[in-house]
């Protein structure tokens, strides 16, 4: 089966940085579109950003657009999330995921990793 691995979560302070990666574990990583969840204590999972196969159209959810980048190396088939000017509200545990079907982007993911715990403080 595919597997995703996370990395790179941690306990930072407000207004820092901490850059998450996946690794998948797939026969071809490039014709996949790739994606970041995240689900804080008490609330339902949420969309953060995606990305297409080719690394051209990315997405963001309003709550982190402008502070956190999304992309990806196909070559190393890694999919990165870096996070700048981080609140304390966005702490949470952070999961990539992977779809090989249509439809939007924020749903319809077919494999997901474990997850990668980021805990901002104030």
């Known amino acids: 089966q595919v597997q995703l691995v996370e990395s790179g979560g941690g306990l930072v302070q407000a207004g820092g940085s901490l850059r998450l990666s996946c690794a998948a574990s797939v026969r071809t990583f490039s014709t996949y579109a790739m994606g970041w969840f995240r689900q804080a204590p008490g609330k339902e999972r949420e969309f953060v950003a995606a990305?297409?196969?080719?690394?051209?159209?990315?997405y963001y959810a309003d709550s982190v657009k402008g502070r956190f980048t999304i992309s990806r190396d196909n070559d190393k088939k890694t999919v990165y999330l870096q996070m700048n000017s981080l609140k304390p509200d966005d702490t949470a545990g952070y999961y990539c995921?992977?779809?090989?079907?249509?439809?939007?982007?924020?749903?319809?993911?077919?494999?997901w990793g474990q997850g990668t715990q980021v805990t901002v403080s104030s």
């Open positions: 995921a992977l779809k090989y079907g249509g439809g939007a982007y924020y749903t319809g993911y077919n494999y």
């Open positions: 990305i297409n196969w080719s690394g051209g159209i990315t």
